[in-house]
DNA sequence: TTGAAAGCGCTAACAC
DNA sequence: GTGTTAGCGCTTTCAA
């Protein structure tokens, strides 16, 4: 059933359908009656890919993210999902693995299904593959990369005060051996989240050591291992840094194992705030990153590229705010023989 | 750029790039390969909609679940996606939230995309919303409604097979008391997997308290709540079942708050297995429904039903099996005072 | 082995 | 207020 067969059975020609579905105020209201009734009656759909089409615009934005089962992404999807199906547009959504020929793939279908933008929330892009969006004119958003450009904006992190927040915060609680467990090696979002770290230790005035220092995957698996590293140094941090909360409750599983009690032998911190930080046990002292407002904030960036299709992008930031939980707690008493 | 743009540049007709497109076997090598140069060059990429449109296919499958935040549906879409994107076909999810006018948006929103078919994982939905799609000849596999039909087929999970396992084992243990956190009232999956767990009782031959079944949400905080109901009872049940993990875990928080040690003074036995429940403290003792398994019925069942688009749907299910972890353990001493 | 052309369903410009 | 019609990009049948 298309719109000429719900035409012929109200009497009016497709152009009136039309009119009728899109509300125009130019249809009478008694054939507006009618057609309404023989769509309801046909239980009839328009049809999108015409419309899409015809004017090469899907009313749907792409998403792409890393991985799904970390749960900071399902808690960015529900926002921003919530605020498409609010304005009328779809989404279209693909995970990457990590692997960079699932994330050309992802692309590609971005492009063939004709997405009217991308929120791009996976730093292991190539620039290559997204050239291939610019060079379509699909405008797109990116997360902590810092670059813009035309048709181009990126959201960052500021990962500046609320890292200082949080290491104010152990240093207050006395703590100066600091560690971190990081996000996957290479990727920008975990090399900026690194320096971030090592900047503040130097604001807030606690030295830095490369031992300390760890890689992690971003999982809970990788946060356990990195912990196990640096409970094995002879010489402790008394307090560690995550990159985010699946890797400090990972590190969080790691110590307990070891008999390490948190917060009384060691304080961890997260990153993220996602769900599940506050019923963890101890719940997480974290840095957290507002998923609404990322979400709002990446749908307004696309909304804009895609007012202003040749302008340049802007550079967009979310804050972070330390949230203290339980997880944290006085730097111990020096053990005899560790400095 | 479309595929006479392209045609022009290669000195060829539109028909022939898109057999080199196709992968048609009619097109001399040199023309292919010289096509080929030029789509590389362009960074063309055929527009989807078109065929869309011709054929009222879109080689996409629609996924709706209610609540993207439960890590059920994450794991679950993982997989899911994997197996479309292998077989070159997309997703479009969408999420209830547990709302009727949200379904029924759902709903819409596949049809005017012309999904190809619709995996149904939530079950709040109203027979009327789907009658929508069976109208309109949209394959359609449901989880554990237990309703097939022309164009519908279902996926049961086996809760039975598990919910004795579980119990043998609680039984086993010495527990006689045992307890129930549910799902949200009224839906079909928790009424089902309420019954699997009365019946169950009575296989085994445990009593039936109805004081001992207590409604939660799906969530932790359900969790929380109806954990906190079974230990204000006089007399205890000594092991609780919850219809999720996410429950079980909620529930092992409100048992720890209460001062409860758990496997020691309760044993809690989950549902679904989610990566989570391996992390969490104790690991949890659950019933594994496997998501890979899943998947991959849901994707044979919507395959089935598009190749034989007017015969009636089938029946399948997937079974569950018993997890053992520490999150049971031996019945505890009868304390005084209660039988 | 390649080309020409019709038609999928919708919408907006134009005609009445 | 309503109807007519062209055309979005692709595939496939038919013709050459």
Tied chains: 1, 2.
Excluded at 71 to 88: A, R, S, T, Y
Excluded at 134 to 145: C, K, S
Aim: net charge positive; aromatic share 6%; hydrophobic share 40%.
């Amino acid at each position: 059933m298309d719109m000429r067969g719900i035409a012929k059975l109200a009497g009016v020609s497709s152009a009136t359908v039309s009119r009728v579905i899109n509300g125009s105020s130019l249809v009478r209201p008694e054939t507006v009656e009618r057609v309404r009734k023989v769509i309801e009656e046909a239980k009839f759909f328009p049809n999108n890919s015409a419309t899409t089409l015809k004017y090469g615009r899907s009313d749907t934005y792409g998403v792409v993210i890393p991985d799904i089962t970390n749960p900071f992404f399902p808690e960015f999807i529900k926002n921003f999902e919530g605020i498409l199906v609010g304005n009328d547009k779809d989404m279209l959504m693909a995970t990457t693995e990590f692997d960079s020929s699932r994330m050309q793939q992802c692309i590609r279908r971005m492009l063939m299904r004709k997405v009217d933008g991308v929120a791009l929330l996976a730093s292991e892009i190539e620039t290559q593959s997204f050239e291939d969006l610019i060079h379509n004119r699909v405008p797109l958003v990116t997360m902590d990369r810092g670059h813009i450009g035309r048709g181009l904006s990126d959201v960052s992190i500021d990962n500046r005060s609320g890292m200082d927040q949080a290491l104010q915060h152990l240093k207050g609680l006395g703590h100066k051996k600091i560690g971190y467990i990081g996000g996957v090696e290479g990727l920008t979002i975990s090399d900026h989240r690194i320096d971030a770290f090592m900047h503040a230790l130097q604001r807030v005035g606690l030295e830095t050591r490369p031992e300390f220092i760890k890689v992690g995957n971003y999982r809970s698996a990788g946060g356990m291992n990195a912990m196990t590293e640096l409970l094995s140094l002879k010489d402790r941090p008394t307090a560690v840094l995550a990159a985010n909360d699946l890797s400090a409750i990972g590190g969080m599983r790691a110590a307990m194992k070891l008999g390490v009690s948190i917060p009384t032998d060691l304080s961890i911190v997260g990153f993220d705030d996602i769900e599940l930080s506050e019923i963890v046990h101890p719940p997480l002292t974290t840095l957290r990153l507002p998923r609404p407002e990322l979400a709002s904030v990446f749908f307004y960036a696309l909304e804009q590229l895609k007012s202003t299709p040749h302008s340049r992008g802007k550079h967009y930031t979310v804050k972070t705010s330390l949230v203290v939980r339980e997880s944290t707690g006085p730097a111990p008493k020096r053990r005899r023989g560790t400095s």
